[in-house]
Nanobody, 123 residues
């Protein structure tokens, strides 16, 4: 059984930083790409970032490019999302997901999801 558990969310002022973590189990972690998505109140879940198995390739939404960094520690079965220069519009529940096939930008490419962690950025 695949399990993804996010942590690291919280309340931060605009311009601040947070690092989200996602611990994975139940699947050969270093064989699959991992992604981060977010969902703000009243909005659809959207792609934030993804990284391949070895982190040799990373992908970002335009809205976070240059501010967020995805990384992973395969020895710890953990993927991270470092978020800098946070803005109020980054407020959302953040989810990590394990890729199974297809475009890393697409929700349908991920079969396993965490429960989410709340990030709130105050102005």
């Amino acid at each position: 059984q695949v399990q993804l558990v996010e942590s690291g969310g919280g309340l931060v002022q605009a311009g601040g930083s947070l690092r989200l973590s996602c611990a994975a189990s139940g699947r050969t972690f270093n064989s699959y790409a991992m992604g981060w998505f977010r969902q703000a109140p009243g909005k659809e879940r959207e792609f934030v970032a993804a990284g391949t198995c070895s982190s040799s390739s990373t992908y970002y939404a335009d809205s976070v490019k240059g501010r967020f960094t995805i990384s992973r520690d395969n020895a710890k079965n953990t993927v991270y999302l470092q978020m800098n220069s946070l803005k109020p519009e980054d407020t959302a529940v953040y989810y990590c997901a394990s890729h199974v096939g297809g475009s890393v930008y697409s929700l349908s490419a991920y079969a396993y999801w965490g429960q989410g962690t709340q990030v709130t950025v105050s102005s």
